[in-house]
């Protein structure tokens, strides 16, 4: 297969099982290893390690690099404190606590079943092969479900310390317990001591050159400016280093998290690097998770047997008895002893690669054919498990962005469920009105119009509607469009019982609403509506959720065929009026907006924030001549009333929107003056913003004859 569309089918498949992961609250990277798992030989063959493996092992060794580079990041001494106790009795004592409990286990198992060599030493030498294999976790699991939760916190920099040393200590047990391996089966290849000189000479020599890359790396940050230029020149430092240290048979890891560690600890601390390196690595990870779950065979399972059981389970145990024993030993926090074992379950890369040692030890091979399908079993289950357990512990830790900072509206929902729920009827809502009543002018000229629908969102309606009349010294209408072949079904009082909602928000502002029935087309009826009775504005409200199309159709059609605005509000969540967002690109949309903007100011007194979104490339005069135009504009047209501006380059401007929409409670945009294919080919920034926002919007679209026409209010 061509490595192009390798490529292609591990992030496109990738991302859509992390989505469908996302969907029922896994995390990513599970999503990411069940994609692996799919095209993989373990069912559908389409990607193998033959295929794709060898072609791209280079993504996988830059993703190692970048994932220990970006733990050392959280390895700051100076935020551990307290906790770097904790992290020294902790990282030892589970380290030593999962080795005894595999060990035991596996060589109990051994001796209990036979078949695994005809002498106590063959099991013996498995189980100390098993049990230092054991050690080792998996950082780049970890650390994707720590970013993808925002975790921070105690629990979170013990963790990342934790999984930072681990690796080290379980170099060196492997080491150790190899040597012990050879006296055992006969190796005439130097004592222990020596080999436990190689261990420790490794793990120096790769901090070593960790520390160097990080002292070159903070170096050259100070002399560039670019943030192009800073990822370019780290990642060349980065990459080097990793090779280098392979080369050299050292730890890659080690060195990366040395290099990470040597940066967020400077006095300077400049974090820049790590940022971009951010921005960067998502693909990178979905290409390193993605082809881990190639890798695996399922068959691997069968392969394993009860010894694959009992090293899954013995490891678990020895990791969760061996950090809370620490926890305990070092005093450490209640959550810090009840919740980190449950995060260092994930294992991957470091046990395969150590696998691979034995594998292609001559003296170990025998044992090989074993230890290798057991650790893949026991991969495949922790990698699909552990991130599970990680992100249960971070949550009930109370150290996630989502607990951190929790939406009490939506009553411990996630995000993706409170953004529904918000979207959904029993989501929406209207805050009470505290203003006094309106005082209606004795002679009435024309109406506003509004179309009543849904029973969530009339009350709202009723209310926005009866602001503009009272604007436009007019009287709000009620009307209701329903199907001709109903209008056999209802009586009279029947009819006059489907406004009762509206007629009462109406009165509790001081108006009196009237109410009209019609037989129609949604579209003909509302453009007969206005036509009829000289409507001023037509106030719409989009379908509750997030099917619009059909809805979209008919604002087209009606704003084709009336002379007069038409506002179109999105409801979610409360509605309120005290704080106003108004964003929007062209200075003559504020002429347009005025209106509206001018009504809730008559009646609410709220706060109004303009926010003006230039091209992300526009120079730093257009931005002052921006500014000035619209503090001009406020100035000339706001004397008593909180409002406050600001304009900026962005990059994109629907996620810029968005983010700021989340401080204010409704956000009101002009619709662009395009639809059918027009509006397909350039799209609509007010639409996009209504189809992912979960806050109350109003968009106003205004017919190209009403431009010309100044507003009768405007100042």
Known sequence: ME??????????????????????????????????????????????????????????????????????????????????????????????????????????????????????????????????????????????????????????????????????????????????????????????WEAVFICVREIILSLAMGISAGFIIDILLHKLRNRGEMLTGGLAILLLCGEVTRLLHLSSLLAGMAAGFTIINRDERDVRLFRTINSFEPPIYVLFFTLAGVHLDIASLNIAGWIGLVYFGSRIIGKYGGTWLGGV???????????????????AGVAIGLTFIISGDPLLKPWANIITPVVLAGVVLSELIGPLLARHALQHAGETKNTQDSRPECKGLTDKACDLWLRSPEGISLAPWLEDKFHPVANSKGEVVFGAYHYATVRGLARIATILAHHYHATPLAVRV??????????????????????????????????????????????????????????????????????????????????????????????????????????????????????????????????????????????????????????????????????????????????????????????PKHYGLKRMFFGCLATSVVQNSNRPMIVVHTPEIVQSIPSSNAK
């Open 482 to 671: 329903l199907d001709p072949e109903e209008k056999a079904r209802f009586s009279k009082e029947e009819l006059n019982a489907l406004f009762l909602p509206e007629i009462d928000e109406v009165h509790s502002l001081g108006y009196q609403l009237r109410t009209e029935v019609l037989f129609d087309s949604p579209a003909a009826g509302l453009v007969s509506a206005v036509e009829y009775n000289h409507a001023h504005v037509v106030v719409l409200g989009y379908p509750v959720g997030r099917n619009m199309f059909s809805f979209q159709r008919v604002l087209e059609r009606v704003s084709a065929n009336v002379m007069c605005p038409i506002i179109a509000v999105h409801f979610a969540g409360t509605v309120a009026f005290d704080r106003i967002l108004i964003p929007f690109i062209h200075p003559h949309e504020l002429t347009e907006l005025f209106p509206i903007i001018e009504s809730l100011i008559t009646a609410c007194h709220p706060r109004i924030y303009f926010y003006q979104l230039l091209h992300s490339d526009g120079s730093r005069q257009e931005l002052i001549n921006a500014e000035l135009e619209l503090k001009q504009w406020r100035e000339d047209r706001f004397f008593d009333i909180q409002t406050d501006h600001r304009v900026e380059l962005v990059e994109s401007r629907l996620e810029s929107i968005l983010k700021e929409s989340k401080y204010h409670d409704l956000t009101i945009m002009a619709a």
């Open 3 to 192: 490595t192009t569309l390798g490529i292609a089918l591990l992030l496109g498949v990738g991302l859509l099982f992390a989505k469908i992961a996302q969907l029922i609250r896994l995390p990513s990277v599970t999503g990411y290893i069940l994609a692996g798992l799919a095209m993989g030989p373990s069912w559908l063959g389409i990607l193998t390690f033959d295929t794709v493996g060898n072609q791209l092992d280079h993504f996988t060794q830059i993703a190692l690099m970048l994932i220990a580079f970006g733990i050392g990041e959280h390895i700051e001494i100076r935020r551990l404190g307290g906790v770097a106790k904790d992290v020294g009795y902790i990282s030892i004592v589970q380290a030593i606590g999962a080795f005894i409990c595999v060990f035991c286990a596996v060589l109990f198992t051994a001796a209990l079943t036979g078949g695994y060599g005809t002498q106590f030493s063959d099991s013996l030498v498995l189980s100390l092969l098993l049990g230092a294999v054991a050690v080792a976790t998996a950082p780049a699991a970890i650390l994707h479900v720590v970013r993808e939760l925002g975790a921070r916190g105690v629990l979170t920099s013990t963790l990342m310390a934790v999984v930072a040393v681990d690796d080290g200590i379980a170099i060196m047990m492997f080491g150790m317990a190899v040597s012990v391996a050879h006296q055992i089966v006969g190796s005439s290849g130097g004592t222990y």
């Open 329 to 347: 030993i070092s005093k450490a926090q209640p959550l810090v002893r009840n919740y980190l074992g449950l995060a260092l379950i994930p294992q």
